[in-house]
């Protein structure tokens, strides 16, 4: 039998993998590197590119797990656990989520939006450019508040989104490149296009009409209330800002003449490098770390 106190099943092969190893290597509950982190996909591979991986793929191998009886192995003095982790995404609004002491959710909507809460842009933006951090800094501020930017922008959107999930409409709306966000009016009621999504998603839904409107606002209103108090950050995900940096700071680099960020995937990288999981989400991985090895 494995020495490992704890397998962790994660989505990802990459910023996952390495943000849960983060997070184990804190955790005073385990010593030793006494853990493995397995990408969800070690044990998918049988199955189509769809279904071996990402959230649904962990949620079905956690159930899987938890029928068969697999959550916790005990071979005499000797114990191991299963333990799942996946994206929260949308659902603290939504509701539906799992609940297990061997299933955890990150508190924000996803991997990549917690290292961003936990890593500093200053020093990322600096590796990225190869310029002096306060040159960094004054990039950052002249780009605004980001969080808010996006979570102004995308508010109607997520609240569609959320109001259709929830009445289980036929039709789901898509959002729109993180790119776009600055060119999105305040009030996206007032857009056409919009407009006619809207019509669209609440004909799809099993309800009435002015269910529907209800649902919508009462989203409407939650997230803009958040976006207000600069909380944006709790339903953004991490890809969408990602993103909105990506086309950002490459024009305040280009204003400056300075060389531009050439990919997405080097700005993950360098943030990854400039993290140090902490806080609410370090705390309640290591509460179900407590749970389950107790």
């Known amino acids: 039998m494995s020495t490992a106190q704890i397998f962790v099943v994660v989505e990802g092969t990459d910023t996952d993998r390495w943000f849960y190893d983060q997070l184990c290597a804190q955790s005073p509950l385990l010593k030793r590197n006494r853990w493995l982190i397995w990408p969800v996909e070690q044990f998918t591979r049988h199955l189509s590119n769809a279904a071996r991986k990402g959230k649904n793929a962990v949620l079905e191998l956690f159930t899987q797990a938890r029928n068969g009886g697999y959550l916790r192995v005990v071979n005499g003095s000797k114990s191991c656990s299963l333990l799942f982790c996946a994206d929260a995404d949308l659902d603290r609004f939504i509701g539906g989520m799992k609940r297990s002491n061997h299933l955890h959710y990150t508190k924000l909507p996803d991997v990549e939006a917690e290292v961003i809460k936990y890593c500093s842009l200053t020093r990322a933006l600096a590796s990225l450019a190869s310029i002096p951090a306060s040159e960094a800094d004054d990039i950052l501020k002249q780009s605004g508040d980001f969080h808010k930017t996006l979570g102004v922008a995308y508010t109607d959107l997520i609240s569609l989104y959320c109001a259709a999930k929830k009445l289980g409409a036929q039709r789901v709306p898509t959002l729109p490149k993180p790119e776009d966000a600055r060119e999105f009016p305040s009030d996206r009621l007032a857009g056409t296009e919009f407009a006619y999504e809207y019509k ?81 989400s370090a705390r309640m991985f290591t509460e179900r770390l407590a749970t389950i090895l107790a």
């Open 200 to 280: 669209l998603v609440q004909a799809s839904a099993d309800c009435r009409p002015d269910e529907f409107d209800t649902q919508f606002k009462e989203f409407q209103s939650k997230f803009q209330a958040l976006a207000s108090a600069r909380k944006s950050h709790s339903f953004l995900k991490g890809k969408w800002i990602r993103d909105y940096l990506f086309f950002e700071l490459n024009e305040q680099l280009k204003s400056r003449s300075l060389p531009t960020i050439r990919a997405k995937d080097a700005i993950t990288a360098v943030l990854r490098a400039c993290c140090a999981p902490q806080g609410v």
